[in-house]
């Protein structure tokens, strides 16, 4: 089973990293954690050594816990929820795991929404968590 994470470094996120944690050790899973930027360019620099940083931090908890796991930095002009939906179908991903925030009706129809992208558009099981 694989089982794919995505990641920006919020307290949702953070929790979808201990469900990731909790299904890989009971259905005996891989892991990819995966963070996704629209834009490389020199003025995200800074940006860019941040995730990557914070997926080394991701990727030593499965470490402690003898999980395999894999991270990848996605910059490739997409949205992160168009990202999280084509790294799964070209990884064969079983299940994909996301955090969600608590956003207003309002806020939603004006930004968006990466894990609504998701459900709606994933070739596999999506979990949300709070």
């Not at 800074?46 to 990557?52: D, H, K, L, R």
């Not at 931090?57 to 395999?68: H, N, R």
Request: net charge negative.
């Amino acid at each position: 089973m694989k089982i794919l994470v995505g990641y920006d470094g919020t307290n949702s996120a953070k929790q979808a990293l201990e469900t990731a944690l909790q299904h890989a050790r009971a259905f005996g899973a891989t892991v990819d954690v995966v963070t996704s930027m629209e834009k490389g360019s020199e003025n995200e620099q800074n940006a860019i050594a941040e995730a990557e940083r914070a997926l080394e931090w991701a990727k030593s908890l499965f470490a402690e816990k003898g999980i395999p796991c894999t991270t990848h930095l996605l910059i490739r002009g997409l949205t992160p929820g168009e990202d999280l939906v084509e790294f799964a179908r070209e990884h064969g991903s079983d299940e994909i795991i996301v955090g969600i925030e608590r956003r207003s009706k309002v806020s939603k129809l004006l930004l968006g929404s990466t894990a609504q992208f998701v459900i709606l558009n994933a070739p596999c099981p999506v979990v949300t968590v709070k």
